[in-house]
């Protein structure tokens, strides 16, 4: 017989003007890391949900970052702001010594508040978007066609999570996903409205903003430059026209691993920029390695 579920605790850390969501299992033990996941931009702290179930005997927490899941809906127009968050988390969970995994936008703020937090031990990013050193000089916002990035043109409300299964499973890279972890992103990926359906948790407009001011953080190559603690990348493959802003293949600079003064790379060239929803099992395999790195 297969092992229940462990239960899952929804918990709230209040930072600065924003309440801040994360769920946790299991209970921190001397001998094991805190595995602690931070998701991409647009998802939520549930789409790590399977990749958790199959390390049932690690202490685990996933994080709503801010604009997301059941966090409080405030727009980033800094990405400094996600590393201070998680840094404010895991302080006021008293977290030591964790493995940080982190997807996209979760990785870059992972990366800087490492830094400049100390609650990791080590790190997996998968796909960071982490950017070359010149696409930081210019700081402002990009700008669109509307004004703001496509992804504010989504649509955000179904009649339920069901219609919204329905709906995307075969648009964008949505077949790509993991059955379960696909299921996952739309149950919990939207919250009751006013109308009697439900509405995207991450607002298209907070989103869009967020992809907007990717350019905005150029502290993050200081991090990782003088970043100690051993990081493990995961690329993708390389993006066909160079455009910063199409996330279906990696953001991340292939400079960044020798830029870090211990880090390793795996570069999956057939593997999009949704790394863990594609290949979530081979992720689970790399978090053991991390695991028993930390360990030896």
Known sequence: MSEL???????????DDCRLAYVER????ADKPTLFFVHATG??????????????????????????????KHTVRNWQRFAQDQIAVTQALGIERAIGIGHSMGGHGLLQAAHLGGAFARLLLLDPTVSAPESYADHDPAVFDGELHPAAKRRSRFASAAEMQTQLQGKSSFPLFHPRIFKD??????????AGGVRLCCDPVV?????????SNPGVLDAARELSIPVTIVRAKAPSDGNPYDFSSSPTWPGLVDLLPNAEEHHWPECTHFVPMQKPDEVIALIRQEIDNWQA
């Open 5 to 15: 579920p462990r239960p899952v605790h929804q918990g709230f850390v209040d930072v």
């Open 207 to 215: 989103e869009a903003h967020v992809y907007m001011s990717a350019r």
């Open 185 to 194: 992103y739309c149950e919990f990926g939207v919250e009751a409205d006013e």
């Open 43 to 72: 998802f939520h702290s549930r789409v790590w949900d399977y990749l958790i179930e199959a390390l049932p005997e690690y202490h685990a927490i996933a994080l709503d970052q801010r604009g997301h899941g059941r966090s409080d």
């Open 26 to 29: 299991g209970s921190r033990q």
